[in-house]
């Protein structure tokens, strides 16, 4: 399926996209997770209009997944990866991703970092599979902290920073 940046008219896909996609979260005991509200249309619209979210799209142009970063530290972080359920198995997480780090290395920046629960099977286990890997505490930068305590505060919990590309020692402030 082709990539392309996300379009005003793909935000109010993307909130049912996610929610469908979270659903898998109810099989690992995890209903909070996949029961939580989705953001809204227009919390993806400052990401959007900063070229920062891509969508992967069906025949008929619709979003079957998406992927939305921001910079941190020096890197593209990866917020969301979410491929629709019906589109699932097909390898789009790993081309939205692999996308980002090509959009990543033609800006510059160090690596990808996103963070995920460490045991959930399509979560750290899947991130590592695609090359990246767990950071420790001495790794961590203070963006890195912060999203762990923002994630903490949300009651986030089994929670773990990764990181793709750059050097061995990811620290930077």
Known sequence: MPIR??????LALLP?????AGAAFRAVGMAEIADAPPPGAEEFAPHQRLGHLWVTVDDADRPQGFVLVRLL????????VSVH???AGRGLGRELIDHVAG???GRGLDALTLSTFRSVPWNAPYY?????????EHQLT?????????????GLTDRVCMRRGGGSDARRG
């Open 5 to 10: 940046l996300a379009t005003p008219a793909d």
């Open 16 to 20: 049912a996209l996610q929610l469908a």
């Open 73 to 80: 530290d020096g890197c593209a972080h990866i917020e969301q």
């Open 85 to 87: 359920p019906a589109a």
């Open 103 to 105: 959009w990543a290395a």
């Open 128 to 136: 590592r599979r695609l090359g990246f890997r767990e950071l420790t």
């Open 142 to 154: 203070d963006g890195l902290r912060q999203v762990l305590a923002e994630e903490a505060a949300l």
